[in-house]
């Protein structure tokens, strides 16, 4: 399976941003695909995952002002980021995968960057 991420880029304190990921391949291997994120000298964290049914999860930071969406016809997983704060400067990185391992795939990472 592979990955290609698009959409990130510089948005101000409040603004907004949509990040998407396609899919390609084998994707009838996957079932699960997600956002996770790193920042300077943090740890990988997982922001936001959905799977082909629709069930998604959020890390706290990112409820209420993320939502995760996914268009199975085209194999794309879309992140669309409102309210963004500093600390969500990071590279984004899209991941896909099954239930029981759902980052076996790594796209190549979309930089957001948000500045105050």
């Known amino acids: 399976v592979q990955l290609q991420a698009y959409g990130g880029g510089l948005v101000q304190t409040g603004g907004f941003l949509r990040i998407s990921c396609g899919a390609s391949g084998n994707i009838l291997s996957i079932n699960v695909m997600g956002w996770y994120r790193q920042a300077p000298g943090k740890q990988r964290e997982l922001v936001a995952s959905?799977?082909?049914?629709?069930?998604?999860n959020y890390e706290d930071s990112a409820k209420g002002r993320f939502t995760i969406s996914r268009d199975n016809g085209k194999y794309t997983v879309n992140l669309q980021m409102n309210s963004l704060k500093a600390d969500d400067t990071a590279i984004y990185y899209c991941?896909?995968?099954?239930?029981?391992?759902?980052?076996?795939?790594w796209g190549q990472g979309t930089e957001v960057t948000v500045s105050s």
């Open positions: 991941s896909a995968g099954t239930t029981l391992f759902p980052s076996t795939y």
């Open positions: 959905i799977t082909t049914g629709g069930s998604t």
